[in-house]
């Protein structure tokens, strides 16, 4: 397991040797990992490789059949809840509720005073696009609508450490921006975030390190660029018209490739100028051209395949 920033310093999330099975089917087997404070954590699988079992055993919801799971150097209580946040991916609201009541409530629970509570809930309705809503029950409010007050209700109190299962699930692409650019403040004011998430995109821009769950393992852990590099070197991600689809070459490996948009990884020793060249004389016409590292996207695929059953 790699190392991670400041290992001389307690994880916030620390899980070690966890085992969990229900029946005869075992969930997870041997996984082990850290999450450090001010780290955005990317916690990556397919759907039931077992990671919301793995949180709900982290806050005391499961009980663990082997292993250690502790959030700021001690298993989790609800006494400590104050310094968490979490968003489960079944979403939890008295839907028959005022959408600001509802707010108000939850900050309450967290130690806000009711006037501190309606104050923060106005102000965070007018940032998601629902101050009208306020006085609105929640069961009246769309499925995105609702996601956002679940999101303002588990960030209330600005807690140290942010557990979200797929935040953004559903959500077109103009609010889940609004949504991770509400994450990243968070991050910015001192949150560490724990982020379930099938986005690939989203990981690789604000994520510092995963880690992939496949057969209750983790299949790669460390920094993006570090499972990137693990994955393969050098990759040219490139726009192009001209042809249906590029042309084969020996040593190019195509990772993706449709509608126009493809992703190869370079054998070593292949320069991304000469590839360029070569489709150029092939009858290709490029609009874009971009060397870097493998996404995170093509990787999901290849460790998950068919099987990575996401929304």
Request: charged share 25%.
């Amino acid at each position: 397991m790699p190392d991670g920033p400041g290992t001389t310093a307690v994880p916030v999330v620390h899980i070690e040797h966890f085992a969990m099975g229900f029946g005869d089917r075992r969930v997870i087997d041997d996984l082990s990992f850290d999450v450090y404070a001010g780290d955005t954590f990317g916690f990556l699988g397919s759907n039931g490789a077992g990671k919301t079992t793995t949180i709900r055993a982290l806050l005391g919801i499961y009980e663990p059949q082997a292993g250690v799971l502790e959030v700021n150097g001690r298993p989790f209580t609800p006494g400590s809840s104050g310094e968490l946040g979490y968003l489960p991916e079944e979403r939890g609201l008295y839907k028959k509720e005022p959408t600001l009541d509802t707010m108000v409530y939850f900050g309450r629970l967290k130690g806000m005073t009711a006037k501190d509570a309606r104050v923060w809930s106005l102000r965070y309705l007018e940032r998601v696009g629902l101050p009208d809503k306020a006085g609105v029950n929640l069961e009246k409010l769309s499925g995105g609508e609702q996601q956002k007050v679940q999101l303002g209700v588990t960030i209330m109190g600005h807690p140290s450490l942010l557990i979200l299962d797929e935040p953004t699930k559903g959500f077109d692409p103009v609010n889940r921006r609004l949504l991770m650019d509400i994450i990243d403040e968070q991050k910015t004011n001192g949150a560490t975030v724990m982020m379930v998430t099938h986005q690939m995109d989203d990981v690789e821009r604000i994520c510092d390190r995963i880690v992939l769950l496949k057969d209750g393992h983790a299949h790669a852990y460390g920094t993006v660029a570090e499972v990137q590099e693990q994955f393969g070197g050098t990759t040219v991600r490139l726009r192009y018209e001209g042809v249906p689809r590029l042309p084969a070459r020996e040593d190019c490996r195509v990772l993706s490739d449709a509608d126009g948009s493809a992703e190869l990884a370079l054998t070593p020793g292949v320069e991304p100028a000469e590839l360029l060249a070569w489709l150029l004389g092939q009858g290709v016409s490029v609009s874009s051209f971009t060397p870097g590292r493998r996404s995170l996207d093509s990787i999901f695929i290849e460790v998950y395949g068919d099987e990575s059953g996401r929304a």
